[in-house]
């Protein structure tokens, strides 16, 4: 009972997280006329992409989880962990390679009104991309079970 109990709230997570798709976080800040609502707009953009990969990367580990506590079979349970173990270690490089890309492009004097909208726009493209190849991951790793 308990484990139906886990898979039905971890489906239940897991439709929720698929609903928020990349649509939902389309890159609208090229109509702003100022910099400044620029700015803001792709500070905003940023946070929607770097929430859905959070959402994302949580409801995958979630069903990989699930996976571990429903298999009967030793190999299976084994196999879902080594997938699990790279999911997580997945998700780790990933937000250090963010953190050290940002990094290499920091400004130490006067950047301009621009840099923020770079900054966003590139952290942007990052996490959109990562989001493409982690939902490729995904389908190959659980195909139908989903």
């Known amino acids: 009972m308990k484990t139906f109990i886990l898979t039905f ?5 897991n ?13 609208n800040c090229d ?17 929607k992409a770097d929430s859905l ?14 996976n571990i506590e429903s ?3 030793f190999k299976g349970k084994r196999e879902s962990k080594n997938d699990l173990r790279k999911v997580q270690k997945s998700q780790l490089e990933f937000e250090k390679y963010l953190i050290k890309t ?6 130490e ?20 991309s990562r989001i ?5 991951i995904r389908s190959d790793l659980l195909g139908d079970f989903e």
């Open 9 to 13: 709230v971890f489906t239940i997570i």
């Open 15 to 27: 439709l929720i997280a698929q609903c928020q798709n990349l649509e939902s976080i389309e890159w």
């Open 31 to 47: 109509t702003m006329t100022t910099q400044t609502e620029m700015n803001i707009c792709s500070y905003q953009t940023m946070l």
């Open 53 to 66: 990969i959070k959402q994302k990367y949580a409801s995958f580990i979630s069903v990989l989880k699930t």
């Open 71 to 73: 298999s009967s079979n």
């Open 102 to 107: 940002l990094n290499t492009i920091r400004c």
């Open 109 to 128: 004097k006067d950047c301009g009104t621009i840099y923020p909208l770079l900054i966003n726009s590139l952290k942007y493209n990052l996490i959109v």
């Open 132 to 136: 493409q190849i982690l939902d490729e």
